[in-house]
């Protein structure tokens, strides 16, 4: 069964730093597009960033300059490095996978999501 594993949630203070890894149970995922998503309460789901299978990787404004992405392959897994952390940023944060595994077979997947908390 396919699965992305989120961890590394927690509360932390105004400022502090976190890092999130997301585990995926096949290689082929972390080779190809993943990205990190954030959910607040009361509000939609909104992208934080995304990395290609090339390493190329984006950002939402809100996060640029304070969050990177990076992944290891021989891990199976992808990171989400926070910095400067501030009370908005408090959500859930899920990572997914988003790709085809061929041409008329698509996948999207999502972890459960781990819940950040930043305190003022």
């Known amino acids: 069964q396919v699965q992305l594993v989120e961890s590394g949630g927690g509360l932390v203070q105004f400022g502090g730093s976190l890092r999130l890894s997301c585990e995926a149970s096949r290689t082929f995922f972390i080779r190809n597009d993943m990205g990190w998503y954030r959910q607040a309460p009361g509000k939609q789901r909104e992208l934080v960033g995304t990395?290609?299978?090339?390493?190329?990787?984006n950002y939402a404004d809100s996060v640029k300059g304070r969050f990177t992405i990076s992944r290891d392959n021989a891990k199976k897994t992808m990171y989400l490095q926070m910095n400067s952390l501030k009370p908005e940023d408090t959500a859930v944060y899920y990572c997914?996978?988003?790709?085809?595994?061929?041409?008329?077979?698509?996948?999207?997947?999502w972890g459960q999501g781990t819940q950040v908390t930043v305190s003022s």
């Open positions: 990395i290609t299978g090339g390493g190329s990787t």
């Open positions: 997914n996978a988003k790709g085809y595994y061929s041409v008329e077979s698509p996948y999207d997947i």
